[in-house]
């Protein structure tokens, strides 16, 4: 199904970052409230995954013991678990006008695969267009944060989690935290950057602040 076949009357906000950003942490904390502000049902989502296919794609792509796999067929793995999620889980919640907030989604693909793998950040853009049917979020917010204290919040608060893309040398994390910032430069009407050293609570009240001002209709 493309996506001119549905009529779009919900709100789509994604969450982005490199690891050990918060992001998660940051939907969690934010959605409840989210929901207290906004006539619509919230729906919450993530990526690589969200629905069972996708949710299979994921675990091939972070495999820790897959560690000879092409930046191209990671590239590919990515947009392939994109659609299926789209299409299952975001296209509908969106045609019945609720609010659908994604912990990662096309500007991830930007930053890794794009920069970080140096396969292009527009090529990778072009292979999403394809994918997505060039359905992007209606406001993204990346949260930022320097690559070392990332990775400590990793390797502090997700032992039992790590997945390939966090074992990825420094070098690695420092091209994707550089790619994040290059896609806010080509997208900074949709991208608005917090910075991610703040607690918790202070990067809610900055997000919902960033989202009642930008969007209408909330």
């Known amino acids: 199904m493309r996506l001119g076949e549905w009529t779009m009357q919900g709100i789509f906000i994604s969450i982005e970052g490199p690891e050990g950003s918060g992001k998660t942490t940051l939907l969690n904390a934010l959605v409840p409230k989210l929901q207290r502000i906004s006539d619509r049902e919230v729906l919450t989502t993530r990526e690589p995954g969200g629905v069972r296919i996708a949710e299979e ?46 912990d990662r989604y096309v500007d991830s693909s930007l930053a890794y695969q794009g920069n970080a793998r140096k396969l292009g950040i527009d090529a990778v853009a072009q292979l999403n267009e394809f994918a997505t049917d060039n359905l992007m979020p209606d406001l993204t917010l990346l949260l930022d ?59 809610v009240e900055e997000a919902l602040e960033i989202i009642t001002s930008r969007l209408d209709n909330l």
């Open 57 to 102: 794609i994921r675990k091939i792509i972070l495999d820790p013991a897959h560690t000879e796999m092409d930046a191209k067929t990671e590239a590919l793995l990515f947009a392939a678990s994109r659609r299926q999620h789209l299409v299952e889980k975001v296209l509908p919640a969106l045609a019945a006008g609720k609010l659908v907030v994604a």
């Open 145 to 203: 944060l320097d690559v070392e204290t990332g990775i400590e919040r990793i390797m502090r608060g997700r032992k039992n989690e790590i997945n390939r893309i966090d074992l990825e040398s420094l070098a690695t994390h420092q091209l994707v935290r550089h790619g994040f910032l290059k896609v806010l430069e080509k997208y900074p009407e949709r991208i608005v950057k917090i910075d991610a050293v703040k607690p918790t609570e202070k990067l």
